[in-house]
């Protein structure tokens, strides 16, 4: 498999994996399974943090993907 390819590849399965993750903190604190003082704000702060980590995770992956393209790899 390419170096590009694997950029691709880890850029799709940590994404995935991120967003699942907040995905399952989220319905833990709607169910009340977690306890918050305020779930909106704690759902708000999942959900931002999940995706400032998708933003940073894409753009890293996706420089490494072009980088990597750009030497034949």
Do not use: Q, Y
């Not at 980590?53 to 393209?69: D, N």
């Amino acid at each position: 498999m390419k170096k590009s390819m694997r950029a691709l590849l880890g850029l799709v399965l940590l994404d995935a994996i991120v967003v699942c993750g907040a995905w399952w903190m989220v319905d833990r604190t709607r169910s009340g399974a977690w306890n918050s003082n305020n779930p909106a704000e704690s759902i708000n702060m999942i959900t931002t943090t999940a995706g400032m980590m998708v933003g940073v995770i894409s753009v890293v992956l996706l420089l490494a993907f072009f980088r990597h393209r750009s030497a034949g790899n």
